[in-house]
């Protein structure tokens, strides 16, 4: 087995599936990570859960990417809950509301799928590290699907709001 995983390592595991799956319900229910929810507080919850559980990771033995993506995510999320109450911002608030809670999930993903690609299956993972094709290339089409799904997003929050009006 090539990289061994901790008690620790297998507990973050099981805690980062927690938003994992709270936000793609959320996406497929809602078409956005909504924190007025069950699922979308379930979400927020994990989030700070798998964040603060990944500070006691690390393979380099101290500070690395995954940490400071952590702290991005949350630093994004923090300013999601926030953006609502800035007034001066406008029309603007739902779509940068959300596009941080989007942000944050795509934010989590990254280490994931680096994760996932270096570790699986046990006996011959797909990629060897960070700098392996298989990685680079699963978070680039992990990008091309954040950008997407963002502009799809924006469209639907757009067209909800001709709807029934601005919140």
């Known amino acids: 087995m090539p990289h061994p995983i901790s008690a620790l390592g297998a507990g973050h595991t099981i805690i980062s599936l927690i938003p994992l799956i709270a936000g793609v319900y959320s996406f497929a229910r809602y078409r956005k990570i ?26 380099s033995g101290g500070f690395n990417v995954g940490h400071a993506l952590g702290i ?10 926030y953006v609502p109450r800035v007034s001066f911002l406008g029309r603007l608030r739902p779509y940068l509301s959300q596009f941080g809670l989007t942000f944050s ?33 699963a978070l680039a089409a992990w990008t091309i699907l954040f950008v997407v799904g963002f502009a799809l997003q924006s469209w639907w929050t757009r067209t909800q709001h001709r709807r029934t009006g601005p919140a």
């Open 105 to 137: 999930f795509f934010l989590l993903m990254v280490p994931g799928i680096n994760e996932t690609l270096t570790r699986l299956p046990v006996a011959h993972p797909l990629a060897t590290g960070p700098d392996s094709p298989m990685v680079r290339g």
């Open 34 to 59: 909504d924190n007025t929810v069950p699922a979308g507080k379930i979400y927020l919850i994990g989030l700070v859960l798998a964040v603060l559980t990944s500070f006691g990771l690390s393979s």
């Open 72 to 81: 991005l995510a949350l630093l994004a999320t923090g300013g999601a809950l």
